[in-house]
């Protein structure tokens, strides 16, 4: 008796979980906040995150549809021109390092000018942040290791807590296929300002390479 009970209690937990999954699956965005909505979400795997003695690390890999978008809404170029810049974004890989502190741990001082005692160690700091950052982060792909090819940073002066830095990353020739190819993204984050060490932020590829409306924007639909 308890065998043949056992059988269709399964059966109805299984019929029942996969109403529950089908009904929470998430569908693609349709609309430029519906997809910003989307790439913020951590489950959707655009974000990592740390956190390390009351200071958050924030790696977000910007993928060429937002880009694109962005460009759009800033009205830099046209809607013709998204073939030939969705090319040249494919090409890269952009990852965006936002460093602030922890909000519950959060202070009206600049995080970022905390044990600072004198000019020299703030023109230090200024420049470190402004120009050295790009020497302190990595892209692992397989067994290739990239350094980036282009760096951001735009100093805001402590009218906000924490700092967002740009970092563009590309092969150095057609033969490295590792950089496009592998299932993995390791962002590697050497932190020399506050000496928390070394970060891991890896990304899937099967995750990211998601262009829910590239699709959309190259055959000109409204967004």
Same mark, same amino acid.
């Given at each position: 008796?308890?065998?043949?009970?056992?059988?269709? !209690?399964?059966?109805? @937990?299984?019929?029942?979980?996969?109403?529950?999954?089908?009904?929470?699956?998430?569908?693609?965005?349709?609309?430029?906040? *519906?997809?910003?909505?989307? @790439?913020?979400?951590?489950?959707?795997?655009?974000?990592?995150?740390?956190?390390?003695?009351? @200071?958050?690390?924030?790696?977000?890999?910007? &993928? =060429?549809?937002? +880009?694109?978008?962005?460009?759009?809404?800033?009205? #830099?170029?046209?809607?013709?021109?998204? %073939?030939?810049?969705? /090319?040249?974004?494919?090409?890269? +890989?952009?990852?965006? !390092?936002?460093?602030?502190? $922890? $909000?519950?741990?959060?202070?009206?001082? %600049?995080?970022?000018?905390?044990?600072?005692?004198?000019?020299?160690?703030?023109?230090?700091?200024?420049?470190?942040? =402004?120009?050295?950052? =790009?020497?302190?982060?990595?892209?692992? #792909?397989?067994?290739?290791? /990239?350094?980036?090819?282009?760096?951001?940073?735009?100093?805001?002066?402590? !009218?906000?807590?924490?700092?967002?830095?740009?970092?563009?990353?590309? &092969? *150095? /020739? !057609?033969?490295?296929?590792?950089?496009?190819?592998?299932? #993995?993204?390791?962002?590697?984050?050497?932190?020399?300002?506050?000496? #928390?060490? @070394?970060?891991?932020?890896?990304?899937?590829?099967?995750?990211?390479?998601?262009?829910?409306?590239?699709?959309?924007?190259?055959?000109?639909?409204?967004?």
């Amino acid at each position: 008796m308890r065998k043949s009970n056992y059988i269709p !209690l399964v059966f109805v @937990i299984c019929i029942v979980a996969s109403f529950v999954f089908s009904g929470c699956k998430k569908s693609d965005p349709e609309t430029y906040n *519906e997809y910003l909505s989307w @790439i913020n979400d951590p489950d959707n795997g655009y974000i990592k995150e740390r956190r390390v003695w009351g @200071i958050v690390y924030q790696a977000r890999y910007l &993928p =060429s549809d937002y +880009l694109v978008l962005k460009d759009l809404k800033d009205k #830099t170029i046209d809607l013709k021109n998204t %073939d030939s810049l969705f /090319s040249i974004y494919d090409s890269c +890989l952009t990852i965006m !390092l936002t460093i602030g502190p $922890n $909000n519950e741990l959060q202070e009206k001082t %600049d995080l970022f000018m905390n044990g600072v005692k004198d000019l020299n160690e703030f023109k230090e700091r200024v420049q470190l942040l =402004s120009f050295n950052m =790009s020497e302190q982060i990595k892209l692992k #792909t397989g067994n290739l290791i /990239s350094k980036p090819v282009l760096y951001n940073y735009e100093n805001i002066y402590g !009218l906000k807590p924490d700092r967002d830095f740009i970092f563009v990353f590309a &092969p *150095e /020739s !057609l033969s490295q296929k590792e950089f496009y190819s592998s299932d #993995t993204l390791d962002v590697i984050y050497e932190d020399k300002i506050f000496g #928390t060490g @070394i970060h891991h932020f890896i990304f899937l590829r099967n995750q990211i390479n998601r262009k829910p409306l590239q699709n959309k924007l190259k055959n000109q639909i409204s967004i």
